[in-house]
């Protein structure tokens, strides 16, 4: 069976410093990959995902992840954070030979000193 | 605008009541999901449906129904069965199944009394 693991519960950033969140996947084959946003008290905005070709996937809000088959790895990075960015961040994949199911990672939560 | 509206917004529901949430969808996709969320557990798949008068359980449908009667609307009623209700409740919708994006609702708490 699938699974997703996000290591990292709670992540706490200063303002304008890198970011980097960790996602792996457990999959028979190669996977439909997504990274999902959410405010708190709202549903999920996504930020971007990975279907096949190039590796290095860009989003929206200046957020961009790469796909490492050998690791298992779909890592969610940002140059400079904004204090906007304070969120709680999912990683998913897809179950490309059951519909489109999707499967969550438990998540992390972002916070940004100022 | 397009989108995914749930409602209500907050739900609170007796002991030994059924309660219905509410999901409907402007952007005329074939594909519904529901999800239930609860603190560090992310997302789990309760029921999907990918066409009309047609659905599939999820991982986690005991205690819950669905019904497709229309292509908009995918309601979820959460049954007397279900021991631990209080969650967040999750609609999306997507084009149709695979490598298609799932757009995500606002989202209804439930809490019991």
Redesign the interface.
Known sequence: AQSVTQPDIHITVSEGASLELRCNYSYGATPYLFWYVQSPGQGLQLLLKYFSGDTLVQGIKGFEAEFKRSQSSFNLRKPSVHWSDAAEYFCAVGRKNAGNMLTFGGGTRLMVKP | DGG?T?SPKYLFRKEGQNVTLSCEQNLNHD?M?W?RQDP??????IY?S?IVNDF?K?DIAEGYSVSREKKESFPLTVTSAQKNPTAFY?C?S?L????????????T?LLVL
């Open positions: 995914i749930q594909a999901y999800y560090g557990q992310g997302l789990r798949l999907y990918q599939q999820g999750l999306a997507s149709g199944l695979a490598e298609e994006t799932q757009y995500f609702g606002p989202g708490r």
